[in-house]
């Protein structure tokens, strides 16, 4: 079985030990026998402070929701919030609480996950107030594999805070040593690697069972079509939120499930298959209101490509049903349009591309940045 950080703090005792230790984690942070990293570390260590990102330390709250400041009723440690409203980063007050930051959330590997922005967020921070930040590693459920474009600059945001690929292909861990050193941070970092993940390996080889990190990935199978249909949330489509199949059902009420079906089946696209969807969602897009759709059932994950997928899919819709699809208006108080933000540039909302040129950038992003990663890979 593979063994993530927290499996492994034992061997790290020095390095934790005497120290108030703050903790970034979340409900995926477990080991392998799904023991919290809240009580192991509050156990064997001087934990002082949580800091609750999305989705809150315990994973009790929805998607988007506010974090508040609260005492958590099973170890009495102040929660603070690196999901505010006005702002997502730590204070100087919160660090004045600890001499490090531990950080153990399951990440996903896909760019748009807010997990990795709060980890590049506390880096700059505790770069800036001289603590040292911990990272447990976890491994990519995803593996080595990176797809889709990179993130153009001026199109940072909490959904996008670097210069990644949709889908990037490292660890938490890895992704933390490539920003310290790309962005000269500065950051005290260390990482307490995994044991055993040959980095080519996807979740089902772990020996892991499958913990949702957030309410809206509940499989293996979402995070495999998560970098590709994530990017329906900038738009007016459902992407199956409200069903029991979030980011593998996708449509609208004015969508023909049988229509949309055949026209993605002609495409004939590797290591997957479709089926049509019929569903209500019982919240989020179209709450109570009956919708047709397609859902997405990935045959072969080493062959699948969830971000071509994903952009044939959109543009199959946004152009068999151009006068219904919408792009989303921008958020208040943000001027840029969700979409943008995801797809990490305006080519798909400006229409400054085609999908044809679109898919030979993600071919061409993909591999530069393949090459790119190499140098902080921590596994073979």
């Not at 949702?212 to 249909?229: D, F, K």
Request: charge should be negative; hydrophobic fraction near 35%; charged fraction near 25%.
């Amino acid at each position: 079985m593979v063994k993530n950080g927290i499996d492994c703090v034992d061997r790290w005792h020095k390095v934790l030990d005497g120290k108030r230790l703050g903790l970034i984690t979340s409900i995926s942070g477990v080991d392998r026998h799904l023991n919290s990293t809240i009580d192991i570390l509050h156990r064997k260590y001087r934990l002082t402070a949580l800091f609750g990102p999305e989705h809150g330390v315990r994973g009790n709250v929805g998607a988007g929701g506010d974090v508040e400041d609260y005492i958590d009723t099973d170890t009495g440690l102040p929660v603070y919030s690196l999901y505010r409203k006005n702002s997502k980063r730590l204070t100087k007050e919160m660090l004045d609480q600890v001499d490090a930051v531990v950080y153990d959330i399951q990440d996903l590997g896909v760019r748009y996950y807010t997990f990795i922005s709060t980890m590049i967020y506390a880096m700059e921070e505790c770069a800036r107030y001289g603590k040292e930040l911990m990272i447990l590693d976890r491994y990519n459920p995803l593996g080595d594999l990176a797809e889709g474009n990179c993130l153009r600059p001026g199109f940072e945001s909490f959904v996008g805070a670097y210069s990644l690929c949709m889908r990037y292909g490292l660890t938490v861990g890895e992704l933390a040593l490539m920003v310290n050193e790309e962005k000269n941070l500065g950051c005290r970092l260390t990482v307490i690697p995994c044991e055993g993940w040959n980095r080519h390996s996807m979740q089902p080889e772990t020996g892991h069972v499958w913990v949702m990190p957030s309410p809206g990935i509940p499989r293996y199978e979402t995070a495999l079509v998560y970098a590709g249909t994530c990017l329906f949330e900038g738009t007016n489509i459902s992407e199956g939120r409200g069903t029991t199949a979030p980011f593998e059902i996708i449509g609208a009420p004015f969508v023909d499930a049988g229509k949309l079906v055949k026209h993605m089946t002609e495409k004939k696209l590797p290591g997957v298959l479709f089926s049509p969807a019929y569903f209500t969602p019982f919240f989020s897009k179209f709450k109570g209101v009956a919708c047709e759709g397609i859902h997405i059932h990935v045959t072969d994950s080493l062959a699948f490509r969830s971000t071509v997928c994903g952009l044939e899919l959109l543009d199959a819709i946004k152009t068999i049903y151009e006068d219904c699809f919408a792009f989303l208006d921008p958020y208040e108080g943000s001027t840029r349009r969700m979409e943008d933000l995801l797809f990490g540039s305006d080519q798909l909302t400006k229409k400054s591309a085609s999908k044809d040129e679109l898919l030979a950038g993600f071919e061409r992003d993909a591999k530069a940045f393949s090459e790119r990663k190499k140098a902080y890979h921590l596994y073979e």
